[in-house]
């Protein structure tokens, strides 16, 4: 499985980005996709997940009601949308995936074998 993320910029406070992870190589209907960042001098942190087979949505807290996960099935694609960027929203965010991840699990870095390279989001105040 290959991810690869675009979409990151230069944004003002209150802007609004949209993330793309494409998904490429063999996946299955289990398949988990989450977003994670990672600030400088900070450790890597879970941003939202989705299942693609039910479509169920996973969130931080720190994303609920700003940010949204969706999938496009038949386009091996995974967006985040996120409203109303603060300045703390500013990091390299990381696409990842794996397949059947359990619920306990599935807001940890540990639990996703593959990554893709990062894109780089950057809100100011």
């Known amino acids: 499985v290959q991810l690869q993320a675009s979409g990151g910029g230069l944004v003002q406070t209150g802007d609004s980005l949209r993330l793309s992870c494409a998904v490429s190589?063999?996946?299955?209907?289990?398949?988990?996709t989450a977003w994670f960042r990672q600030a400088p001098g900070k450790e890597r942190e879970f941003v939202a997940a989705?299942?693609?087979?039910?479509?169920?949505?996973y969130y931080a807290d720190s994303a609920k009601g700003r940010f949204t996960i969706s999938r496009d099935s038949a386009e091996k694609m995974v967006f985040l949308q996120m409203n109303n960027l603060r300045p703390e929203d500013t990091a390299v965010y990381y696409c990842?995936?794996?397949?059947?991840?359990?619920?306990?699990?599935?807001?940890?870095?540990?639990?996703?074998?593959?990554w893709g390279q990062g894109t780089q989001v950057t809100v100011s105040s």
């Open positions: 990842s995936a794996d397949i059947a991840i359990g619920l306990a699990t599935i807001r940890f870095r540990s639990a996703y074998k593959y």
């Open positions: 190589g063999r996946s299955f209907s289990s398949t988990v």
């Open positions: 989705i299942r693609w087979s039910a479509g169920s949505t």
